[in-house]
C-alpha cells in the first residue's frame, strides 16, 4: 500500500497538472518544475513497487498513469521539449479509457469493483448497472482523451489548462455524482 504523505502529495500534484503546467510554461519556471515532477512520480512509482496487484481496482488506475507521466518528464527533459509535458492528461484519458474496456471484456467490470469495495453483496440490478456505467465511463474518456488531444495540437496553452484543469474535472465531477446517486438509490431500492 503507498504511504499516506506520497499518496496525497503526488495526487495533489497530479490534479493540479495542467496548472502547475501552465504556470511554469507562461512564467517560464520548466527549468525547475519539470525535474521536480518527474521526481515525484518517480516516488509515488517506487513506493507502488511492493503493492499486490490485485490489492485494489483503484491501483490498475495509478500505476499506469504514474508510469505514462514520468515517461513524459522523462522525454521533456532528454528532448528539451516542455510541449510534451501538455500530452498528460492525454495519456491518462488514454489509460483510463483502456483499463475501464478491458474490465468490459475480462472479470467484472472496473465499476462493479468500485461499487463491490462499498457493497460487496450487489443486487442483480447493480451488477447490470455497473456494466452499463462502465460503457458509459469507456465513452467519456474517449470524448475527454480526444478534446485533451485536440487541446495540446491547438497551440493554445489557456484553451488547454482550461479544458484539462477545468471543464474535463467539472464533467468528471458530474458523472461521477450522477453515477453514484443512480447507483445509491438502485441498492436502497433492492434493501441493501
Not at 51 to 66: E, K
Not at 111 to 137: F, G
Amino acid at each position: 500500500m503507498m504511504p499516506v504523505p506520497i499518496a496525497l502529495v503526488t495526487g495533489v500534484v497530479l490534479a493540479a497538472w495542467p496548472v502547475l503546467i501552465w504556470l511554469g510554461i507562461t512564467r517560464g519556471q520548466m527549468r525547475w518544475l519539470a525535474p521536480v515532477l518527474g521526481l515525484l512520480l518517480l516516488a509515488r512509482l517506487w513506493s507502488l513497487r511492493g503493492a499486490a496487484a490485485g490489492a485494489s481496482p483503484l491501483r490498475a488506475l495509478i500505476l499506469p498513469g504514474t508510469a505514462g507521466g514520468a515517461a513524459l518528464v522523462l522525454a521533456s527533459l532528454l528532448l528539451r521539449q516542455q510541449g510534451l509535458l501538455l500530452y498528460y492528461p492525454v495519456v491518462v484519458n488514454a489509460v483510463l479509457l483502456a483499463v475501464f474496456a478491458v474490465s468490459l471484456w475480462h472479470g467484472r467490470p472496473l465499476i462493479e469493483r468500485i461499487a463491490r469495495m462499498r457493497t460487496p453483496n450487489l443486487p442483480a440490478a447493480a451488477v447490470t448497472y455497473t456494466r452499463r456505467v462502465t460503457q458509459v465511463w469507456v465513452v467519456f474518456f474517449a470524448l475527454n482523451a480526444a478534446v485533451a488531444l485536440q487541446s495540446c495540437l491547438s497551440n493554445d496553452l489557456d484553451w488547454w489548462a482550461l479544458w484539462n484543469g477545468g471543464i474535463a474535472y467539472g464533467l468528471m465531477g458530474g458523472l461521477m455524482v450522477i453515477e453514484y446517486g443512480v447507483r445509491y438509490r438502485m441498492i436502497r431500492r433492492a434493501g441493501m
